[in-house]
């Protein structure tokens, strides 16, 4: 598959390139986007959630009330889940939610995302750029000359590039990443994919090994 190359401003630099089928040609398999995407979202969360359980809350325990013929369901001291203000069963406790996927099915989900791009005609190859200073008015003006203002953008660069990220930062809709740190679910979150032309080498030597 064969995609012209741009230029920053919007321009046909009268250059094509030929984006590698072993990674923008395959068939996506949605499974392992599911397992890929599920992974990367469990590894967000913190697992800090936490509740006092019976034996953590603050109060007496004496026993309220006999054990039979309240009426009741039975409860022994103040701290009973029964009551307002007792301890919670089972509640959360601090866990880790990371999950691990094995190599092998990393590489084949961002294979199979890049080609469900592909496939969408939702990349767009640029030459290699860069900010003389972080601008964020400059980082506009690129994605208008490109047709993706206003849409989910993630640019992707050979090396991180600091003026380029802190230009894109205030931008709900784009972000900006080095080739080597692009995954499953950052490609799929977004709408277009603008990828600097050095990029596509760096993105071979990963995901072809």
């Known amino acids: ?4 190359v741009l230029n920053i401003n919007g321009q046909e630099t009268g250059r094509k390139v030929a984006l590698n089928d072993a990674i923008f040609g395959i068939e996506p398999n949605e499974h392992v986007l599911y397992l890929a995407v ?6 967000q969360r913190q697992g800090t959630a936490k509740s006092k359980e019976r034996s953590e809350v603050s ?3 004496r026993k309220l009330g006999r054990q039979k013929g309240g009426g009741g369901a039975r409860r022994g001291d103040i701290n009973s889940p029964v009551l307002v ?14 999950q691990k996927l094995n190599k092998k099915v990393n590489i084949l989900a961002r294979k199979s995302a890049l ?3 592909a496939k969408e005609n939702a990349i767009i190859v640029v030459e290699d750029f860069t900010l003389d200073a972080p601008k964020t008015k400059d980082f506009i003006n ?7 203002e206003g849409k989910k953008t993630l640019v992707v660069l ?8 802190l230009s894109a930062r205030n931008l709900k809709e784009a972000q900006v990443m080095g080739a080597a740190n692009i995954n499953t679910y950052k490609i799929l979150n977004s709408e277009v994919l603008v990828i600097a032309e050095s990029s596509l080498k760096t993105i071979d030597n990963i995901l072809n090994k």
């Open 38 to 43: 599920k992974q990367y979202l469990a590894n």
């Open 115 to 117: 080609s469900y791009m």
């Open 1 to 4: 598959m064969e995609v012209s």
């Open 158 to 165: 050979p090396v991180e590039d600091k003026n380029v990220y």
């Open 142 to 148: 690129i994605t208008k000359n490109l047709k993706v």
């Open 59 to 61: 109060g007496s325990t």
């Open 85 to 98: 203000g007792g301890g919670r069963v089972f509640g959360p406790k601090p866990r880790d939610y990371r």
